[in-house]
């Protein structure tokens, strides 16, 4: 087997690719063409040293891992927002509690509000409980999810 280097990886043979205007990150694809520029120009005399040469591709390794982890971490995140109305949907019929601040003039108090779930709604990647009596509230802002007792008449 022959030691040849394929020809279209050769820097004569190298076109940048065109950039977006103020992009500055650069990407696994951008390492790995700078480490193969890096080693076809080398000193033959003194090419990289073992240590350099697997410090760089464990730098590239990470890059990849890391990259695949936000992509991962981002389909992840669409699947539990994707899912969201279906879990706040086991609150209709309960009595949620949450907390609002009340102004008097010269003071603020927090007051624990209550009310019957009768909807769920998703808007803006936020979920909103409709209430019994009109009033609605923020998913984020329960404290706290009971079944409403029956009064006896």
Do not use: C, H
């Amino acid at each position: 087997m022959a030691n040849t280097i394929d020809p279209s990886l050769l820097l004569s043979n190298y076109k940048p690719p065109e950039r977006k205007t103020g992009e500055q990150n650069l990407g696994k694809d951008d390492f790995l063409k700078i480490l193969l520029v890096q080693l076809q120009n080398q000193d033959p005399l003194n090419p990289l040293e073992d240590k350099e040469f697997i410090s760089q591709m464990a730098n590239f390794s990470a890059l990849e891992q890391m990259t695949n982890m936000a992509k991962m971490m981002e389909k992840f995140i669409e699947s539990q927002n994707e899912n969201a109305v279906l879990r706040y949907s086991e609150m209709i019929g309960k009595k949620v509690y949450w907390e609002q601040i009340q102004e008097n003039e010269d003071s603020q108090q927090t007051v624990t509000e209550s009310g019957i779930v009768k909807s769920v709604v998703q808007k803006n990647n936020e979920i909103i409980l409709e209430l019994e009596d009109g009033k609605t509230v923020l998913g984020k802002f329960i404290t706290k999810v009971e079944m409403p007792t029956v009064e006896k008449q």
